[in-house]
C-alpha cells in the first residue's frame, strides 16, 4: 500500500533558525519524490522535485532510499516560509498522493 | 488566466441536495485529479482521468460520488444526496503524461469549498 507520513502536524521555528521537515513514505517500487506547498490563499504548488538535486528558495531535500524518508531542509528559515509543505511520492504510472502536511511557523 | 480553473468557489447547500462542481485543466493536459481536503490534513485522493478514461478511484469515492470527463477536456464531480460530511474543500489538478517519473508535475485549481448545512 502506499502511505506518506509527515510526522509533524506543526513546525514552529525562529526567523534564521535551521528547519527540517520530515516525510518517510513506504511505496512500491521507486518512486519519484516531489515536495508541495501552499501559502495562505494560495494555490497548491510544487516546491522542488528530488531529481533536479535543486536548491528552491533556499530548501533541499536528501532522499535516503534505506530509510525510505526524503526531508526538507533549510538552514535558516525566513517569515516567507510560513506556509503548509506536502510530501508526495509519485511514480509516472500511478496517481499522486499526499502526504497531511506539516505546517511551518516562521516567527519573527 | 492558462491556469486549471474551478467553479463555483464556493457552493453552500442543504443536506440531502445534489451539487455538481467543474474543473477545467490546462489545456494541453491530458492527466486530471481530484481531491478532498478536510482542514488540517493534505489533500486526499478521489479519482483520476489520463484523457476521457477514469483509470482509479479511491474507496473515498462512495455511490454518491461520481465524476466525468465526457471529452477529455473538462471534468465534472458530483455528488448526490449530500451529508454533512462532505463539507470540504474540493480540488482538482491537471497534468501532462510524463516521460520519464521525474517530469510530473501536478498544477492545481483554487478549489471549490463546499459547505453542506
Known amino acids: 500500500a502506499q502511505r506518506v507520513t509527515q510526522p509533524e502536524k506543526l513546525l514552529s521555528v525562529f526567523k534564521g533558525a535551521p528547519v527540517e521537515l520530515k516525510c518517510n513514505y513506504s511505496y512500491s517500487g521507486s518512486p519519484e519524490l516531489f515536495w508541495y506547498v501552499q501559502y495562505s490563499r494560495q494555490r497548491l504548488q510544487l516546491l522542488l522535485r528530488?531529481?533536479s538535486r535543486e536548491s528552491i528558495k533556499g530548501f533541499t531535500a536528501d532522499l535516503n532510499k534505506g530509510e525510505t524518508s526524503f526531508h526538507l531542509k533549510k538552514p535558516f528559515a525566513q517569515e516567507e516560509d510560513s506556509a503548509m509543505y506536502y510530501c508526495a511520492p509519485h511514480k509516472s504510472q500511478g496517481n499522486l498522493i499526499f502526504g497531511k502536511g506539516t505546517k511551518l511557523s516562521v516567527k519573527p | 488566466d492558462t491556469g486549471v480553473s474551478q467553479d463555483p468557489r464556493h457552493k453552500i447547500t442543504k443536506r440531502g441536495q445534489n451539487v455538481t462542481f467543474r474543473c477545467d485543466p490546462i489545456?494541453?493536459?491530458?492527466?486530471l485529479y481530484w481531491y478532498r481536503q478536510t482542514l488540517g490534513q493534505g489533500p486526499e485522493f478521489l479519482t483520476y482521468?489520463?484523457?476521457?478514461?477514469?483509470?482509479?478511484k479511491s474507496r473515498l469515492l462512495s455511490d454518491r460520488f461520481s465524476a466525468e470527463r465526457p471529452k477529455g477536456s473538462f471534468s465534472t464531480l458530483e455528488i448526490q444526496r449530500t451529508e454533512q460530511g462532505d463539507s470540504a474543500m474540493y480540488l482538482c489538478?491537471?497534468?501532462?503524461?510524463?516521460?520519464?517519473?521525474?517530469?510530473?508535475?501536478?498544477?492545481f485549481g483554487q478549489g471549490t469549498r463546499l459547505t453542506v448545512v
Open positions: 489538478a491537471s497534468s501532462s503524461i510524463p516521460a520519464r517519473d521525474f517530469d510530473t508535475e501536478a498544477f
Open positions: 528530488h531529481i
Open positions: 482521468f489520463q484523457n476521457e478514461a477514469q483509470l482509479e
Open positions: 489545456s494541453e493536459h491530458n492527466r
